[in-house]
């Protein structure tokens, strides 16, 4: 992963120095809450229901158990010995102490870790697919791509007060694993016609109260022309955004108002005009990168032969939790926080530690966060894995359901977030029981949940394959039911299916929709599939017949 | 409003002159964009400084023409969250070469000061309410490296890295240590071996093997890791002939391409163990001969070094962590938590051969003349310096006695 130099340490040192200073005028009344607010913003601070939340930044994901063991430690002291893990590859928080703030972020610093630019109208945290470096189906490892982009956007003085927040996700592989259609910028690595690598930059996704499915803006930007062509983008939005209206903010409206043609070509225009970094230092830059995540072992073509006989449960666990590698006798591995007595995403202080330790004896002491709020293991051999099963099932970490019904994606909703109007862990975890009930998660096969508890869409309902919008209807929750969407290369976005059901009728209503896909599918098709395939009557017509009841 | 420049308050020699009041004759006046634009005929005339207020809504597209008649250009910040003139500051700066003053006006965070001047800002009006020492506590912020290149011009950390890499990128040994022992020091051996190999130390780590009875296990972790790394073999000298005749049987089947034999300086031996006895009599200084010296010859230019060193070898070897730091090198023990059991599972498993010796007793075998078998019981390294004091040669704990 990223190693530090003394040149990162020093900046993050300075901006907790920086926000001690800036914490302590706020509490001596020398800063009011508008002054403050975007300097706190800047620094992942909100003010939350019931407290601050506090968001640390996990840079594409990727998270060393040495880091993992001082969040634990955080949890324990400053939190309620909880964290949350969010659809951004981030940790979350909930329980921190405003005056405390600056000291978590002095522990965070000594590992290399920070909260700069995890809120705010800045670009945020740079994601890409949790499998990065390892996936077998990769152009490129697209992590070179974001941490150039987040050294770039780290602090740059003209991007951090944006007309509104801006995610750019990069991937590298066949099968898009970070929703890059959904982002304000996606960049996807593609081959040219004569096999050199580049970019497909795509533009104006995001999801919120306008779900807008991201444009290509360009089919191949060589490389070296990255950093530049999007400081444009950025200039432009930054300069023509509008600002009027926090709602018509984010990049998609600047992009439907222009016309994605006419922003294509002012970016045009305005790329080659922008200054470009010094192509000597960026190469010797990416040299460093390019060493930095290099696997910290040599990859293999053999994977050794275990002819052992095993339960049906591991097996079960391996076609759900188990992807393939790169390294033939190696595996990755998904963890999934999914349990059902906790939030999507929620993790102890305990388990924090506990997955540290395994992260250290079975994939060299490396994990991801998932944009689906689920711990990876991107390192583990092959002969390990039953072994690592057999620890996993003990700690409750082992349920076969990666990419499966019960592998729900939710924010934190009403239980904590002050911006919510309805609950939505609650409302994942009937679903859960209801759906574990029905038939065990692989005989419905891939399907994708989303639960968002307001229009802000954190929960990212849009690209669910089934979604569940929570809204307010005269003091009662109400859930919004889509269907189709889809954070893949092809997205889509989900149609609204009916009325509004309150919260006790979620269950029932999810339910049916499975049932219809389970009477209507053809041979192995997945649940998008079929939906595809049909439309949505079907659908429909089960979801009246509950609605009806 | 107090008015910072040059990192002082100074007073503004400008008068900003309404959209509806009279110019005065003399002196520098600012003026609004729009005002500028109309009586721009008459203002060129008008002979003194010029300075134009780039209102909301306008870009330097506005003034790009005039900039060489402008001694000054304010922008004001509608609000603190509003970015506009941060990019309206570099396109002045950057692209149309202003040179004159540009002036942030508005809503002035003075934590926002250090970003303006890095967009190009150099004079900033802020808020009467707010202390003149919050001010300069947050100018002093602005003394940092920068990750981006700006308006200023100021170095960037990827030009700091390659002008030092050599200093910027490792710390000083110590603190390398410590950091690999808290990322690393918990991976499994065969881990640690292929992560110190292929990607910590690549080209600039050895394994020093003694190929003695559990040399093997290590030997095969850094095989797998990658065969050409070195392995530096002692060779004082006074080997038992069954241990050169392992080193060959093992070299060859690891396949091992990168075996360097270590050997004594042939005249220092000649000069201090004349009579063949320096073992029995100084055996300290015959280890520092025909051990200690020759491999820190050939540690020349490695970063760092693998061993095989074990906590259940005695009490000298209890307390292992992962990392140790002697002579500026980083000495790595994967296997300081191992014990015999693990070492027989490890031989089993990958049907690696033993040491010839081993069966006859001898569980950890040095030269021929300091090394004797171990009784059952008895600690694995008892049959070493038998009956003296001495239970290591010095390349682990360096003599303390006079050499």
Not at chain 1, 263 to 289: C, G, Q, S
Not at chain 2, 96 to 116: H, K, N, W
């Amino acid at each position: 992963m990223y190693r530090y130099d003394v040149h990162d340490r020093a900046l993050v040192a300075g901006r907790v120095d920086e926000f001690r200073g800036q914490v302590r005028r706020r509490l001596q009344g020398e800063l009011n809450e508008d002054q403050f607010r975007p300097l706190r913003l800047m620094n992942g601070v909100y003010l939350q229901l019931h407290s601050y939340m506090l968001r640390v930044a996990i840079p594409y994901g990727v998270l060393a158990s040495h880091q993992l063991r001082l969040l634990a430690t955080i949890a324990h002291r400053y939190d309620r010995g909880l964290g949350h893990f969010t659809t951004r590859q981030n940790l979350q928080f909930n329980w921190i102490g405003l005056e405390d703030v600056p000291d978590v972020l002095g522990h965070l610093a000594r590992v290399d870790m920070h909260a700069i630019q995890t809120s705010g109208n800045c670009i945020r945290n740079i994601t890409t697919d949790p499998f990065a470096g390892v996936a077998k189906d990769e152009v490129e490892d697209p992590r070179i791509t974001a941490e150039l982009l987040r050294q770039w956007s780290t602090f740059h003085p003209e991007f951090l007060y944006l007309p509104r927040k801006f995610k750019v996700a990069v991937t590298g592989a066949r099968e898009d694993r970070a929703a890059v259609r959904w982002h304000d910028i996606g960049l996807r690595l593609v081959r040219d016609a004569a096999g050199t690598i580049g970019y497909e930059v795509i533009a104006g996704g995001g999801q919120g109260r306008t779900p807008v499915i991201g444009a290509t803006l360009r089919s191949f930007l060589p490389k070296a022309d990255l950093l530049p062509y999007i400081e444009a983008i950025m200039r432009l939005y930054n300069r023509f955004g509008r600002r009027d209206n926090k709602y018509k903010a984010r990049i998609k409206i600047l992009l439907q108002d222009v016309g994605i043609e006419a922003f294509a070509r002012m970016v045009e225009e305005e790329w080659p005009r922008v200054r470009r970094p010094d192509p000597h230092l960026i190469a010797a830059e990416t040299a460093r990168l390019v060493e930095d995540f290099a696997l910290p072992y040599r990859p293999r073509k053999d994977s050794p032969v275990d002819t052992t006989e095993r339960d049906l449960a591991f097996w079960r666990w391996v076609a759900a939790n188990v992807a393939p590698h790169q390294s033939a006798d190696r595996a990755i591995v998904t963890l999934p926080l999914k349990s059902i007595d906790q939030g999507p995403g929620d993790i102890t202080a305990e388990k924090m530690e506990t997955v540290a330790d395994l992260a250290d004896r079975y994939s060299h002491a490396e994990m991801r966060i998932s944009h689906h709020q689920n711990i990876v293991l991107p390192h583990v051999r092959w002969t390990e894995l039953p072994r690592l099963w057999e620890t996993l099932e003990r700690l409750g970490l082992a349920e076969p359901i990666a990419g499966l019904a019960p592998d729900i994606v939710a924010c934190p909703g009403m239980d904590y977030c002050a911006l919510a109007t309805a609950r939505s862990i609650g409302i994942a975890q009937d679903i859960s029981k209801r759906l574990a009930a029905l038939a065990p998660p692989e005989h419905i096969g891939a399907l994708r949940l989303n639960i968002s508890g307001c229009i802000n869409a954190c929960g990212h309902h849009h690209a669910g394959h089934i979604g569940i919008l929570g809204v307010d209807k005269r003091g009662e929750e109400f859930y919004q039911i889509t269907i189709g969407g889809s954070d893949d290369y092809d997205a889509t976005l989900g149609t609204l299916i009916g009325p509004a059901v309150p919260a006790a009728r979620v269950a029932d209503a999810i339910e049916s929709l499975v049932l219809a896909y389970l009477a209507h599918r053809q041979g192995t098709e997945r649940f998008l599939e079929t939906y595809r395939r049909l439309g949505i009557t079907p659908f429909k017509e089960a979801f009246h017949a509950v609605d009806q009841e | 409003m107090p008015l910072i420049k040059n990192d002082r308050v100074i007073d503004d020699p400008w008068l900003a002159v309404a959209d509806e009041a009279e110019i005065p004759l003399h002196g520098a006046v600012l003026l609004g964009v729009a005002r500028w634009q109309a009586e721009r005929t008459a203002l060129v005339l008008r002979n003194a400084a010029l300075g134009v207020r780039l209102d909301s809504g306008h870009g330097p597209e506005d003034i790009v023409a005039d900039l060489d008649r402008l001694a000054l250009v304010a922008i004001p910040f509608p609000s603190f969250s509003d970015g506009r003139p941060y990019s309206i500051a570099r396109l002045l700066r950057e692209r149309y070469a202003f040179s004159g003053e540009l002036r942030a006006v508005g809503a002035v965070l003075p934590d926002q000061i250090p970003l303006m001047r890095r967009c190009g800002f150099d004079s900033f009006v802020v808020d009467p309410a707010i202390r003149v020492e919050t001010v300069f506590e947050c100018l002093g912020a602005y003394d940092r490296h920068h990750y981006q290149a700006a308006a200023d011009g100021v170095e960037t950390i990827a030009a700091l890295r390659r002008r030092a890499p050599g200093k910027s990128q490792t710390s000083a040994t110590a603190a390398l240590a410590a950091e690999l022992e808290t990322r690393f020091g918990n991976l499994p051996a065969e881990d640690l071996v292929a992560q110190m190999v292929v990607k910590e130390f690549k080209n600039r780590i050895a394994y020093v093997s003694s190929f003695g009875t559990e040399a093997a296990v290590l030997l095969h972790m850094v095989a797998l890791a990658d065969p050409a790394t070195p392995v530096l073999f002692l060779d004082t000298g006074k080997l038992f002939p069954e241990t050169l005749a392992y080193r060959d049987a093992l070299v060859d089947r690891l396949g091992l391409s990168a075996v360097r034999t270590v050997t004594p300086d042939q005249a220092e031996i000649a000069a201090a163990d004349a009579g063949h006895d320096l073992c029995r009599c100084n055996p300290d200084l015959c280890c520092t001969l025909r051990k200690v010296k020759p491999l820190d010859r050939a540690l020349t230019g490695f970063a760092a070094w693998l061993n095989g060193r074990k906590g259940y070898h005695g009490t000298t070897r209890i307390d292992l962590s992962a990392f140790e730091v002697e002579e500026d090198r980083i000495k790595i023990n994967p296997l300081r938590h191992w014990g015999k059991a693990e070492v027989g599972a490890w031989f089993a498993t990958h049907h690696l051969p033993r040491h010839p010796l081993e069966a006859k007793g001898f569980l950890s075998i040095g030269c021929m003349p300091c090394t004797d078998r171990v009784a059952p019981g008895e600690d694995i390294r008892a049959g070493r310096w038998r009956g003296q004091d001495k239970t290591e040669c010095g390349l682990h704990n360096r003599p303390t006695g006079a050499v």
